[in-house]
C-alpha cells in the first residue's frame, strides 16, 4: 500500500548572511506535535534536510514564527562572549519570505484549536477510569501479612 505524499501548504524561508536557508514549512497533515517542519539548505544547493519538528505552541502563524527567529539569531549573533560569536554572525537573517500555497488549507489549520487537531492538547482525567482500580482488586485480608519471615542472607548488617 502506497502512502499518499503530503502537500505543502505554506513555506517560510528565512535567507542567512552567508547564504544558508532555513526552510520553515506547514503540511497538510500537521499534527498539534509535529506542525512545523524545519529543513536547512547551505549554500548553493538545491536539496534541503530536514533538521527537526516543532509544535503548534511555538507561533501562531509563518510570521510570528518568523520573526521570533530572526530575533534569536540577532541575538546570538550579538553576544560576544560566546566561543561561537563568529558562527553565530553569518546566521544573521537577511531576508524573510512567505509563500501561502494553498490558502484555504493554511487558513483552515490555523482556524482549529489545538484540541481539533490531530494529536492535540492531552485531555486530562476526569476521575471515570475505564478499569477497576488497585484497591477493588485487593482481597480483603489477602498480602496484608509478610510472605516470609526469614532474614535475607545477602544483607550484611
Not at 514549512?25 to 524545519?38: K, L, M, P, Q, V
Not at 510570528?64 to 561561537?84: C, D, H, I, P, Y
Not at 487558513?107 to 475505564?130: E, F, I, K
Amino acid at each position: 500500500m502506497q502512502q499518499s505524499p503530503t502537500t505543502v501548504v505554506a513555506r517560510l524561508t528565512l535567507r542567512h548572511r552567508d547564504g544558508s536557508q532555513t526552510i520553515i514549512e506547514i503540511h497538510s497533515n500537521a499534527t498539534f506535535s509535529c506542525f512545523y517542519r524545519w529543513y536547512a539548505r547551505g549554500r548553493g544547493q538545491r536539496v534541503k534536510s530536514p533538521v527537526r519538528t516543532s509544535g503548534r505552541s511555538d507561533a501562531t502563524d509563518l510570521a510570528t514564527l518568523g520573526e521570533r527567529v530572526r530575533a534569536q539569531f540577532e541575538r546570538l549573533a550579538a553576544n560576544r562572549q560566546s566561543r561561537q560569536a563568529t558562527q553565530w554572525a553569518g546566521r544573521v537573517v537577511e531576508s524573510i519570505r512567505i509563500v501561502i500555497l494553498k490558502k484555504r488549507a493554511y487558513s483552515r489549520l490555523l482556524g482549529l484549536s489545538a484540541d481539533q487537531l490531530p494529536g492535540g492538547l492531552a485531555h486530562s482525567n476526569t476521575g471515570y477510569s475505564p478499569r477497576p482500580s488497585w484497591e477493588q482488586n485487593l482481597r480483603i485480608g489477602a498480602g496484608l501479612r509478610p510472605t516470609t519471615t526469614r532474614k535475607n542472607p545477602y544483607l550484611r548488617r
